[in-house]
């Protein structure tokens, strides 16, 4: 988004010394910041970079007051780091917000239910009995299946696929790609070692204020409900099986992976490529390492590492012995040299 | 689907005591169902829930008799077990296939070919050449390249994409943003240390009755073909790369990974982020725990664990020491104080 | 694509034996192929597969003088290798070049602008201010983002979507539903408990000759950009976060992951299923095995295993203790018990 200088002093309720005219359309930290963008000094150890920065603003204190020449314009503001936040605030919101209207061709089955201010872009596909709430962003290529609730102000960017049946709440932000819904991993075996596919028939529910990173898959219950609950935020490429419940404010960083009927707390941190299996109950409060593997469930606070995981400190003290395990290992075969030489001595 | 309880009662062949005109649209367990579900009464263990139950309609033994008031509407049938199981398929089933006809704007090309009784979404794209068997279903955004060939009752999900040349069989399932046919990752290394292309020319072969999960993808092969075969279930995000073949029945959870030219047996089950290196075979009935990682071969029959794998017994056995690690190094430290508190009598 | 032995003779500067207007229209090896391929014998070894082979033409060598009777159409040249690899690019070049022009219906915003000779498929979608070069192709379901610049000979496969602002290089390809630009996983702790996302309003920056694997994401930067550089490779389902950059002609596998402002260096190579913790500095040429971990940085020409990574040859060491941990634990039961067996000479 392009806005001139005049503008972004207006929205910061700022004063300008300088050319109010031009316009910037990014954001850059002063040090590396180029023409047309817009950059903050709050902390004086940054001063000098206010005389060199090719930023074309800097929003300054109040107070600030030069002591070289500057080629950049200032916009001057009570507090700077504040008032920068609120300029990325805005700036976030315009960019998520700013999409409004119905782009052609795009397909919306005539038993569907659409909110006031809502994005429809071209080649968004909305099925039968769909009802989708005020605000809500639809981009280009996203699917929303038969029957699928989506509340207010949710964004679902390109190419998100939601299958029949689920719900989505309020203010969630689905990334592009992501899949909600899918059939879950269930399947019979048969007596001539083929695999017959158990009917998937419930759906998943995804709670407000969720966020569902790029390319993660949310699998439908095999029966009734998957629920990822308020306030969960997922990472890019999960994979969260059926049946699985996540408590509020967990956290998922990437390519993490839950398993069947697997229940998350609250307040959980799970690392990336982290695995859970199955049927296992994650306590409030689990704080799970990068790439640990969990087998069974935790107690609410537990902080674990390693594949299968333990409690941090004990992984953390056996794998400080596997470094020397050859070390190790030539002091046991020392040890039985000696031992070996001592047998006259025990028939003394 | 909404579906009237007097024509649930049709279709199982049984009998209602109660409202029929009620509408029931999903299928829940007896201890949680709510309003507008179906649920079933087989163990009788749960015979206490019927009275309490929310769901609209409750499946029943012919034989069943009530001791207290219920507020649901009863089913009887000769078997309740069977005849929910029989629910939950037609259920599959009306899912699955009663998508039907063509939505607009779609592409096809004329040169491409389709059988009947097709559902072609809007927004779907099939390439030149290509020939589409009968009653195949093309979810809205699905792309099938040049040449493609898909058998009869197959179902590609929203977004699914079939690179050119690639061949698909019958009674394949294809879940949201899966990918087939993509490049294999092959590149020759320069004496300037950039990469160039290999070509890659080949293509993917997915024989009968294979389960392909969402946002997973399967490479084409350099020259020749990636081969799935029949019956084989592959979960969400898996990896599977170029001239990889994968025998019948086997099964993959999700977030798996297999390099190139690598050769899976019949029925094997590879757990979930389990990494297989290329150009390994992994014998018939291969066990892979999750997040195992395999650099060589198996024999048939092999169960693994860890990375890099071991036999399951033997890993468990050395996994055991791993976590008393600590205390093994201390016993072998007091070895050899005891050891050198002993030299006078070596003298002796 | 088909094209005559006639035609493919006239490429390669060959004189033909045989049927000189049959098709072919794939590439195989000698000893599989079948009719309606191409294939080639360079290795004497393979000479007996000419006299057997079901391909529909064979190139060889000027001097290749047959022992047998054949049954397929010679195309004889200087070098069959040399012309075999010269056919393989140009079936590459065709593959990935032969699609010119505008299918409809896509959408294009009125300010973007193209280039020349550029596909466009259906369904594509490309928002205001894009600036796509000549050359490129965009597949079916592709969406381009607001503002993002696309360089010369860029292939996007189906369903790429680039969000708004991102810059991509010329001649590189993204395969099918990969996604750049995705917000980086940021989120502020709050004091109840919640998280509040942090604005992500950078973007990604891709340089050119770059290879982008299938459901691969790159998320933009919090501020600033993410940078893919020259030349590099990645494989398939990858999880490049925010803030990250990696340095030209490094290749990474299948499922790798980086976390946020990661930098890594030229000319690494970065094994499936990696996963490297944020903010820290893979060197020049650092090589990391399959399934590593790494949670600190390295230095230039590192070569590691391990989940923490160990440099290779300590970590084999230490696993091969580790596989006969039982043993070693046993080693130092039964020194237990010979010491135990001491005290009497002790006190002697």
Known sequence: MKISIAQVAQLLGGTIEGNETNEVWSVGKIEEAHEGQIS?????????FVYSTNASAVIVNKTFSPKKDYHTTLIRVEDAYIAFTMLLEHYDKVKNFSKVGIEEPSYIHETATTGENIYRAAFSHIGSGAKIGNNVKIYPQVQIGDNVTIGDNTILYAGVKVYADCVIGSGCTLHANSVVGSDGFGFAPQKDGSYKSIPQIGNVII??????????VVDCATMGSTIIHEGVKLDNLIQIAHNVEVEKNTVMAAQ??????????????????????????????????????????????????GSPAMAKLSYAKSLSVFKKLPELQKRVNELEEKIVNLPTIQEG
């Open 40 to 48: 903050f000094l709050s902390n004086p150890k940054y001063e000098e």
């Open 256 to 305: 993490a992976g839950v398993s069947g009927s697997t229940k998350i707390g609250e307040n959980c941190i799970i690392g990336g490529q982290v695995g859970l299996a199955g049927h296992i109950n994650i306590a409030n409060k689990t704080t799970i390492g990068a790439q640990a593997g969990l087998g069974k469930g935790t107690k609410e606070g537990d902080v674990l590492l």
């Open 207 to 216: 709670k407000n204020n969720v966020s569902i990173g790029a390319n993660t």
